[in-house]
């Protein structure tokens, strides 16, 4: 065994797991933890676990986001046995530390936290079927009015000013400003395609200050593969990083989802000629995330849908090519261009739903 392996295995052994643990190895597709699946060989079979290394750097206050999650976890937990749902697999359990603190922190600073891990269900990293996408809309369109009631005073605020659309673009500014890898003069095509959009970076954060939308409990990461489909039934079942959920705005859940997966490409691909909203695509999300919020979106939520769509994917586009001028220090990358790829993508895609804006609107008017 390696020196990192039994590094790894000795993590885990921090933990509250059944079984002896049997393999640990990288997983998932996520850009912000380090994922692992760990298995464990117990009397009567395997059980597996998700370990995950905090990013720290982004996260802040580690205790004060477990403690969200924790909260989180249990409220979820209550609704859905009342609902006669299996808590089991439609929502994530915080597996302890031994001894029940909901985090490890190991000597060298890191900061790791396990979950059970939920089998015989998928996460998608592009929608294979229109039926999937419409089931993941539905679930969290549901996720959101099950949180409804939740005490959103008690929330801490993880990443402060994560969907702030604004402060995002004074973010942008800066880093153009101070240009500290010298990249601005290769991206100024992305640069004035972002700055001639000023207007519409206010416009969802403007009406949620005048009250004209409201604030609600959200998830505020809603990309495909943080939800997870049930193999066998095709539901959508369990609602996964919950690292960001914080007051915010239903148009941001449901644009965040729009923006990745009723995308004709991956939100890396080079050839911008395969990106494009798909319009059933588009059309059977905002059916089921409606239906799943339970009548709860109020008129100008639904009258604004198509604007949460594009200011989100702009908001997305801004956040990767400030991360490409600062040098590539908060997504994970794997080769240099990678955050200016994922850029040219996101703007790519708002010019597509600037082409087709009367189309969404008219899809989202049959709601109203
Ligand atoms: P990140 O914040 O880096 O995106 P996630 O919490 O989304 O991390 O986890 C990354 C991936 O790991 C997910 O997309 C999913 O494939 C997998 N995953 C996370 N939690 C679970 C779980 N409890 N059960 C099964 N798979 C999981
Ligand atoms: C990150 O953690 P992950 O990969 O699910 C990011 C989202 C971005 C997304 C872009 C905490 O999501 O905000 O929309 O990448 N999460 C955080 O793919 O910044
Ligand atoms: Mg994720």
Redesign the pocket.
Known sequence: MGREETEMFRIVEQFETKGVPESVAAHGN???NDTCLVVCKTDSGYKKYILQRINHD?FKKPAELMENVVRVTEFLRRKIAEEGGDPERETLRVIPVKGGAPYYQREDGTCWRMYGFIDGASCYDEVKDPQDFYETALAFGHFQKMLSDYPAQTLHET?PDFHNTVSRLAGFRKALVEDAVHRAQEVQEEIRFVLEREKDCHVICDMLAEGKIPFRVTHN?T?L??IMIDDETGKAICVI?L??VMPGSALYDYG?AIR?GACTGA?DEKDLSKISCDMELFSVYTKGFIEGCEGSLTETEIKMLPMGAKVITLE?GIRFLTDYLEGDHY?KIRYPEHNLDRCRTQLQMVKDLEEKWELLQKEVERYL
Do not use: A, L, S
Request: aromatic share 12%; net charge negative.
């Open positions: 996520g850009h912000i982004i990443i990461d990309k593969n943080n990083d690292d960001t965040d990745f939100e997305q997504y």
